[in-house]
């Protein structure tokens, strides 16, 4: 027997540590509405890149959240295990759980100046601590 939450016909003001319903394969699932919102940006490099070298990304995100997807030229990039590159191409820069606006690219790579990304991140993050 399928259980039935109340019918939302409006919500005011939901902010991402909010938690919302949704139907998820036939099952009442809670998520925080951060899960349910993506944002795309884009960065086109100034400058070049080194081999495990730093990219400042004009938004934040939660390190170790599964909430990143980092496009290089078009294609999607794969989340490293480690700085080598052995099951990737970059790694997200911080603590796990912490917030940052830097990822690095794996050593057996670099990226040249006017080279672009694209990144998808879910949810909204600020470097705010309150």
Do not use: C
Not at 64 to 74: D, E, I, P, R
Not at 95 to 121: C, H, M, P, Q, R
Request: glycine residues 8%; hydrophobic residues 35%; charged residues 20%.
């Amino acid at each position: 027997m399928n259980k039935k939450i109340t019918e939302l016909t409006q919500a005011i003001e939901v902010n991402d540590n909010d938690i919302v319903m949704i139907v998820q394969s036939n099952e009442n699932r809670q998520v925080k509405a951060e899960q349910l919102t993506q944002h795309t940006y884009n960065l086109i490099l100034t400058a070049n890149v080194a081999a495990g070298g730093e990219i400042t990304l004009p938004f934040y995100y939660k390190v170790g959240g599964n909430v990143l997807q980092v496009y290089y030229m078009g294609l999607l990039l794969l989340l490293s295990s480690d700085d080598a590159g052995t099951d990737g191409h970059y790694r997200e820069v911080g603590e796990a759980d912490s917030i940052s606006n830097k990822i690095k690219l794996t050593t057996d790579w670099s990226a040249d100046k006017g080279e672009y990304f694209k990144f998808v991140v879910k949810g909204g993050y600020t470097n705010e601590t309150t």
